[in-house]
């Protein structure tokens, strides 16, 4: 008997059924092609390879609440540099996003107040300054010991409802 939950994930399994149809394999390997990473919100909104022109196999992808650079993208920012071709990191939040419209304690009562879970043994990394928690996390990319010193780092924050980077300087 299978414990995947069918029902659940139908239209999931139905779409990939049309995907594979008419998937054709690019023969592309783990590398990024055009050498970047991109940093970027969870948020469905965004559109990371569409929003800087690429495509399948040119950049690397890491995604989280916040656009934040935790040790888990710092983690994954080391196996990109040194195994999978990446030379360039652009952290890249939106507008309009959930993390950057509070504070980490009213969050976290908002979680509780309509879901009964207690949730203040996680650290959200809500923001109440975007500008700055962005130059913060591109300064942490580029203080990262372990990266490779030649590393180009930028900072833009992406405009959800006119499709815009403004460029920040860090």
């Known amino acids: 008997m299978s414990k995947f939950p069918f029902d659940a994930f139908a239209d999931v399994v139905a779409a990939n059924s049309k995907f594979v149809s008419a998937f054709e394999d690019e023969n592309l390997t783990?590398?990024?092609?055009?050498?970047?990473?991109?940093?970027?919100?969870?948020?469905?909104?965004?559109?990371?390879?569409?929003?800087?022109?690429m495509k399948s196999g040119d950049a690397k992808i890491l995604r989280n609440a916040g656009a934040r650079v935790t040790d888990d993208v710092l983690r994954t920012l080391v196996l990109a540099t040194y195994l999978l071709a990446v030379d360039r990191v652009l952290v890249m939040p939106h507008t309009d996003c959930r993390m950057a419209s509070g504070d980490e304690e009213s969050i976290h009562a908002s979680i509780e107040s309509k879901h009964g879970i207690d949730t203040r043994s996680v650290e959200f990394k809500m923001v109440t300054d975007q500008r700055a928690a962005l130059a913060a996390d591109v300064e942490s990319i580029r203080s990262y010991s372990i990266l490779p010193k030649n590393l180009v780092v930028?900072?833009?924050?992406?405009?959800?409802?006119?499709?815009?980077?403004?460029?920040?300087?860090?």
């Open 154 to 170: 930028a900072g833009a924050i992406f405009d959800v409802h006119t499709g815009k980077l403004e460029l920040i300087d860090c």
């Open 30 to 53: 783990g590398t990024a092609r055009k050498g970047l990473a991109i940093v970027t919100c969870m948020d469905s909104r965004i559109n990371p390879l569409a929003v800087v022109g």
